[in-house]
């Protein structure tokens, strides 16, 4: 019962959030148009799913693994280290979190395009052919899970996260929330440059180019969800002063919710599933 009722106070706060999201972002979209598009698009009931599907499922598969990793790396590092890392600023705390979990997350992210094995699931991300901020969920949970895994598991290490600590742990509440707030506004479909800052904080332009399917040179670029600088630092920025041309993938993929979550598990072999470096 008790399971019950938080469950369904998940649903509340999930349907305040998507409702706060619209508000910022229908209008943002109608303003600073890049491009002339409807708001009940193509594929946007599923994308909605995803909404809920990713918001609830990857959180509850992340605990144990998450626990585990802390537990283990608490009997390894001496204590009297975290224990100087949680007596830093929270600021400084902050700052190193959101550096650190970009750095996993853009490793992450390149690994879902690299290995055949992962980029099975993050085609579902890619066969988006009109991009605005709701494509930001739609995502297969193992994609998520797998990204999650790889930015929170270096928090954990370092001490910037401390599932164990008995208070509310900010730091990595807040690298979550700024991160996902960061996510939709990068898929918005808002015609915005950031000039000469383009490099430092990821910009609508800098992720729309990681959605290209303008050809084979262009694919396979920018990663980094926030701070461009990390694609610099690896060699895979790409931004021109121009936008793409066109998004996603050549071959489709299953138009329903439900084949998009299967294929990538019983029919791997589908050309869509299979991308060529
Ligand atoms: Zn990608
Ligand atoms: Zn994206």
Not at 5 to 34: G, K, M, N
Not at 186 to 201: D, K, M, Q, S, T
Not at 258 to 270: E, M, N
Request: aromatic fraction near 12%.
């Amino acid at each position: 019962m008790q399971h019950l009722a938080s469950f369904a106070l998940d649903i509340v706060r999930l349907c305040v959030w998507l409702v706060l999201l619209v508000v910022v972002f229908v209008p943002l979209e109608r303003l600073w148009t890049l491009r002339p598009q409807k708001v009940f698009r193509k594929a946007i009931g599923t994308d909605l799913l995803y909404y809920f599907l990713n918001s609830l499922v990857p959180k509850l598969l992340l605990i144990v693994p998450l626990t585990l990793v802390a537990a283990a790396v608490h009997r390894v590092v001496p204590s009297a280290f975290y224990s100087s890392v949680s007596a830093l600023p929270l600021w400084i705390r902050l700052a190193a979190a959101l550096i650190v979990g970009e750095v996993g997350a853009y490793w992450a992210h390149r690994w879902l395009h690299e290995i055949p094995l992962l980029w099975r699931f993050h085609a579902i991300h890619h066969s988006a052919e009109e991009i605005d901020w709701l494509v930001n969920t739609r995502a297969h949970p193992v994609d998520v899970l797998f990204t999650r895994l790889c930015d929170m598991v270096p928090l954990y290490v370092l001490g910037l996260a401390q599932p164990m600590a008995n208070k509310l742990d900010l730091v990595p509440l807040l690298v979550t929330v700024i991160g996902t707030m960061w996510g939709f506004f990068i898929h918005a479909n808002v015609n915005w440059r950031f000039g000469f800052l383009e490099w430092l904080v990821s910009s609508p332009a800098f992720h729309h180019w990681h959605h290209t399917n303008d050809g084979p040179d262009r694919i396979n670029k920018n990663y980094a969800a926030m701070l461009p600088w990390v694609d610099k630092l690896f060699g895979t920025f790409y931004l021109p002063k121009q936008w793409p041309e066109k998004y996603g993938i050549d071959t489709p993929i299953a138009p329903s919710l439900a084949g998009q979550l299967l294929d990538p598990i019983v029919a791997p072999s589908k050309p869509s599933l299979v991308r060529v470096l």
